[in-house]
């Protein structure tokens, strides 16, 4: 009976949210107070002004794509990351951007090689433009249309299939490039600023573009309709192929062995006068 009556009070004190009534049947060692723990990763801070276009949205991470911290470059183009804690052997930080019209991407890094032993601090950062396209994949011999954002009026430079086009930001920092007349192919574009006789740092990101004749086209069209065929009617691609394979066969075995309803059927078909003058002699 004790037994039955300490199972009961037990199951009373798991499902009740009365802490009175717990106290009464916990004994006194086991009630204890919460504890806060406490902890800092990091022994010294890194710190960073730097600039990229108008209003881009900026994040940073560690060189292995861990996040640290976003901002908003000012209407100028500036922006700054202070007081992020980092390591004795912090490898380094890495920059994204997207311009303020989400057109395009810019993706640089720096490294750190020596081992940190005080507070870090980097200043007046030029990061690449951002750089996008109109169109992904495009037929050959269209245009395709390559652009991006970089700080009011600096030299963009454009590189791809070891070529380079060098143009002029804009007012806005806005940059853009036709490439006209595209042969069948695929290109990377790349893109890297200058400004004020400042380079901006290596951009680690491109522009993929794809272009194809129509016969390729053709095909990627069959390729992808078969693709939403299958996902929206699982199995039945082996199905048709299957069906097709019977088809041929009984196609084959009929040919073969050319059976007397065939002759019959064409029979029908046939000139029933095949010559102009047996028609005009029979009708006599």
Not at 152 to 164: Q, R
Request: net charge negative.
């Amino acid at each position: 009976m004790k037994k039955i009556l300490f199972y009961i009070f037990s199951v009373a004190l798991v499902f009740t949210n009365n802490t009175s009534f717990a106290q009464t049947l916990l004994p006194e060692h086991a009630q204890s107070e919460p504890v806060i723990v406490k902890a800092t990763i990091g022994e010294f801070y890194l710190n960073i002004t730097a600039y990229q276009s108008p209003n881009a949205s900026i994040v940073i991470e560690t060189v292995s794509s861990i996040f640290l911290a976003s901002t908003t470059a000012d209407g100028n183009g500036y922006f700054g990351f202070s007081n992020i804690l980092i390591t004795q052997d912090f490898p380094g930080f890495c920059f994204r951007a997207i311009d303020f019209r989400r057109i395009g991407e810019s993706e640089s890094c720096v490294e750190i090689k020596e081992i940190i032993t005080e507070d870090k601090k980097y200043s007046d950062i030029f990061l690449p433009p951002t750089i996008g396209l109109s169109k992904k994949l495009i037929l050959a011999g269209e245009n395709a249309q390559i652009f991006g954002y970089s700080m009011p009026y600096a030299a963009v430079a454009i590189n791809f299939e070891k070529e380079t086009i060098t143009l002029q930001a804009d007012e806005t920092g806005y940059y853009e490039y036709i490439f006209e007349n595209a042969p069948a192919g695929v290109y990377a574009f790349s893109s890297r600023a200058k400004l004020q006789e400042v380079d901006s740092l290596e951009p680690k990101n491109k522009a993929i573009l794809e272009v194809i004749t129509p016969q390729e086209q053709i095909r990627q069209d069959i390729t992808g309709f078969l693709e939403d065929v299958e996902k929206k009617f699982p199995g039945a691609l082996i199905f048709a192929a299957l069906l097709i394979i019977l088809l041929a066969l009984l196609i084959a075995l009929i040919w073969k062995t050319k059976p007397r309803f065939i002759y019959a059927f064409f029979d029908k078909f046939k000139k029933k006068y095949p010559m102009h003058h047996d028609y005009f002699l029979f009708k006599q």
